[in-house]
């Protein structure tokens, strides 16, 4: 047998669950004790480790309240021993297509006791008045009473952060709603650059914040620290997605994390900041239990040993020539290429062989908008408007067209090209047809 321990119970769970974690470990009986934090002003004590509900199987197939056998059975293993594993946070969104519904009909189907986990998930109502209607009917595919956190998702720029705070607006109304006890806490997701996160926090309208930060992405450092200032909670997005595809790292970052996996050694780079609370692991298949559970280390996450794996992890960039600080003097780029982004792919490219995760992030640009904003850098004119900027007194335009030679994929780039066109398709949809969706 294998015993998952939390702080609030005991569970025996089936070894044909966890084959993977004996092969790992080699043991006959394993303690899984998860850790938890607190998340900030909320006074939540939540799971290290979120059960992401992004990729369930046909999760993202129209339209969303109709649901597979095969969605319902994915989403009901998973989350089945996720719980049986303490696992305590969930957290979805209105626009992963049948997550909430499925989390639904699952939560229902397990009878999970309330108290047993707390529930996420995000929207991006424009106005005020879409707002209630939103929630309301998130709250009835979720089949619950209350959510305990609601973002609003996805402040991007500007736009779209004055957009959710305006008097009357969005964030106004969730405020309101949390007063009737439909929602207990507010924060907002962000894709966003560095100063528009910073804003965001300074507004004080919220109490956690959900953004990108990892070992190979540290450009929101300050913004981690400010939340931490403010005491609001801390939600990584996607570390082993987003953070690098470190399921299947490359050759020289396996030798770098060494004995650790990618993803261990990532994970505990996060939970070695006391402002993050969560990483939102995107568990869907049962083999990704090892891996999301590799990365617990009983709390002690700044030993020398993580320090020693950090300094052989840090050396490959000194090695780089040409080596891009990220600092973003170089920005606004009259063709609006996003010059750190691009010359960060560079960077990993160049330190640790990251050609694949390169190619994944380099070919999403002109294809997302404003969740992943920025011109090829093909589009370079070579106008020498960055160069004056450069602290590191880089030639930019000819890094950038290296770049660009190196990772532009055009297959990639026509298949979020034709991604593009169905989502403009079905926008005008929902404006012909009442109540499509």
């Not at 106004?172 to 650059?193: A, D, K, N, P, Q």
């Not at 990108?212 to 997605?241: M, T, W």
């Amino acid at each position: 047998m294998c015993f998952a321990v939390s702080m609030n119970f005991l569970q025996v769970c089936p070894v044909k669950h966890y084959e993977k974690v004996l092969e790992r470990f080699e043991s006959k009986i394993i303690l899984l004790i998860m850790e938890y934090r607190r998340f900030g002003k909320t006074e939540e004590s939540i799971s290290v480790i979120t059960l992401g509900g992004m990729r369930f199987k046909h999760g993202w197939n129209p339209p969303r309240s109709l649901l597979p056998k095969e969605s319902i059975q994915n989403c009901i293993e998973i989350t089945r021993q996720a719980l049986e594993l303490g696992i305590n946070h969930i957290e979805t969104a209105h626009g992963y297509m049948k997550s909430e519904n499925l989390y639904g009909e699952v939560l229902k189907e397990l009878g999970t006791p309330r108290e047993n986990f707390k529930m996420m998930t995000k929207g991006a109502p424009m106005t005020g008045e879409e707002t209630r209607a939103l929630v309301e009917e998130q709250l009835k595919s979720l089949h619950l009473d209350y959510l305990d956190f609601y973002g609003w998702h996805g402040i991007n720029n500007e736009e779209r952060l004055k957009a959710a705070v305006k008097p009357g607006g969005p964030v106004e109304v969730l405020h309101r709603l949390r007063e009737e006890g439909l929602i207990r806490h507010i924060g907002f997701s962000t894709h966003g650059s560095l100063d528009i996160i910073q804003e965001a926090l300074n507004t004080d309208l919220f109490s956690f914040v959900n953004l990108h930060y990892y070992y190979f992405f540290q450009r929101n450092l300050a913004a981690v620290r400010l939340a931490g200032e403010k005491d609001i909670g801390v939600f990584i997005i996607s570390p082993n997605e987003k953070g690098g595809m470190l399921w299947k790292p490359s050759r020289k970052v396996e030798e770098a994390c060494h004995p650790l996996t990618a993803i261990e050694f990532n994970g505990r780079f996060c939970l070695s900041h006391p402002e993050v609370t969560t990483l939102s692991m995107g568990i869907h298949e049962p083999e990704h239990f090892p891996q999301s559970l590799s990365i617990l280390n009983g709390e002690d996450y700044t030993s020398q040993a993580s320090r020693a794996i950090q300094e052989k992890m840090d050396a490959p960039l000194s090695k780089i020539s040409s080596l891009c600080t990220l600092c973003a003097e170089c920005l606004p780029c009259p063709e609006e290429i996003n010059i750190p982004e691009v010359l960060r792919f560079r960077n990993l490219l160049q330190a640790y062989e990251m050609e694949d995760y390169g190619k994944f992030r380099y070919n999403m640009f002109e294809g997302e908008g404003h969740w992943f904003p920025g011109n090829f850098a093909s589009k370079c004119t070579e106008c020498g408007d960055c160069l004056p900027r450069c602290p590191e007194k880089l030639e930019i335009p000819s890094l950038l067209n290296e770049t660009h030679k190196k990772l532009f994929d055009r297959k990639a780039w026509f298949k979020n090209q034709v991604f593009q066109l169905i989502v403009l398709f079905v926008r005008f949809l929902r404006k012909l047809i009442p109540g499509f969706t």
